[in-house]
């Protein structure tokens, strides 16, 4: 980390003090109770006094100058023994940023809501369900309890009217995330559905809708502008998709004759051999076709890696919520060794997204697609919530045993040849391997010597979630990017688009 240094205040100003001066030499300022007496060489008493007056004022010139090192050596010097006593103050308080970022973000959220509203117009009958469901999970605050083991959210025994649908799958993670990891969202994706009731003159709700107070909406500018506009479009996207037939799970698992404890590793059996059946069962898919389809580096391919980029960037924060907790040496050993395994790996995905001819600020400004973005949210909160679904879903992303994919070597051979660089991509892969990624599954599990069976089921029901968030994820990176002659990046704005279903 860099030095602290008095040049990186924006306004800055000496606290208001009393100056005093005892005989010809010493100078003392009292602030408060305190009285500190300055010490300074070679400059008049009375200089130094004016300097100390100007100080106070954070307009004064001569913090423009001494930012542009156009004043003498001790003023400096001054003004850094000042900042070293924490008499200097940043009188900027931010708030003009503050207010412009808010009202950004604000105007964000009802461009998306407008949009959404355009669809939700269309087949009001249709969507009505659906926004009340998500009006109540937006106001549920029981949805942040940390009982693990509950019942898996809409799966097929609890969901009720909506039972196995993914859309509200996905919702129910990212409010669970966002609640934990960025509740400012919750305000935005209100705002979002209040555009929707405003444009639709309906809404689920026949209480008046209170507005949000201006000063919490002040709290959006603290997000990322990247971030914000990822999850305004992903919100919009799962509400969008949720009452169609795309918005339906495609894999299911009876998991209510699980009665019995288990053991970790009859856990991970029993997940590999549910996983393994679900891949056969699913067979081909869109990405898949496509991906094989390809003989050169289409924007299909770049796509891939960009969405791919997006996962890395966030991936070490999926263990976040396991490394402050306290669990058996052993296993706590081997998660900070996983973090360490995968730490800065975005790198390699970068460093490719630019040998294939993009520019790094792009990809890095690009917004992530809705299930990009999904697939660390259900991971980060698995994580936190029940560390067994994590454990058993980790398998997903890191290998089902010694399953190859013929579609990976393709695009990496691809990719390889257009280069004539291939070490960069095939790195990253060859890494999982030689680190033995796709044991991981069993040697955390193995590590877990009790399972009860309710957290069997929310297991289970977990990693073929995290199976189908990961196919659907390719799918949508084939949706997206397949059909683009020249690359677009995703997003709402400055030449990117936005996914339509
Ligand atoms: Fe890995």
Known sequence: MERWDIDRYRRPALVPCEV?????????????????????????????????AQLMRPSSDIWVK??????????????????????????????????????????????????????????????????????????????????????????????????????????????????????ELLLAWQRVLDEVFGRVSWSPSTEAVQNASCESLHSLASLDPVDLQTYLLSFAHFIEIAPLRVGKRVTSVETESVREPCSGLTLAARAERLLLKALDDLGSNVYASAALASNEITPLVKGLYIEQYHVTDRFVEILGPLLSRRLKRNLRARLFQYFQEEYGHEAFELATCVALGMNENDVRASVPLPLT????????????????????????????????????????????????AGDIVAKHGETNDELNHPSLSRLFLADIPHVTAAQQRYSLEAALFMLEVNMRQLESVAFFYGDQTQLEFHGLHEGRRPLEV
């Open 373 to 420: 973005a999904l697939y660390i949210d259900a991971y980060t909160v698995l994580a936190h919530r029940l560390p067994t679904a994590f454990f058993t879903s980790i398998m997903v992303t890191e290998g089902l045993r010694d399953q190859h994919s013929p579609v990976h070597e393709h695009i990496a051979a691809l990719v390889e040849n257009a280069l004539h």
């Open 66 to 183: 001494l930012n542009d090192g156009e004043c003498p050596a001790w003023i400096r010097a001054l003004t850094v023994q000042l900042d070293a006593l924490s008499l200097i103050e940043e009188t900027d308080s931010g708030i003009d940023g503050v207010a412009s970022e808010t009202e950004r973000a604000v105007a964000l959220c009802a461009e998306v809501g407008q949009r959404l509203g355009a669809v939700v117009e269309k087949r009001l009958a249709m969507y009505k369900d659906v926004l009340a469901v998500v009006q109540q999970m937006l106001a549920d605050e029981a949805l942040d309890r940390d009982a693990a083991a509950v019942a898996f959210p809409f799966s097929d025994q609890h969901g009720g009217k909506f039972a196995d649908n993914f859309a509200l799958q996905a919702l129910h993670f990212q409010l669970a995330y966002a609640r934990r990891n960025a509740p």
């Open 20 to 52: 005093s001066s005892f005989g010809s030499e010493a100078l003392t300022i009292g602030v408060g109770d305190d009285a500190i007496d300055l010490s300074f060489e070679g400059v008049a008493r009375d200089e130094v006094a004016d300097v100390v």
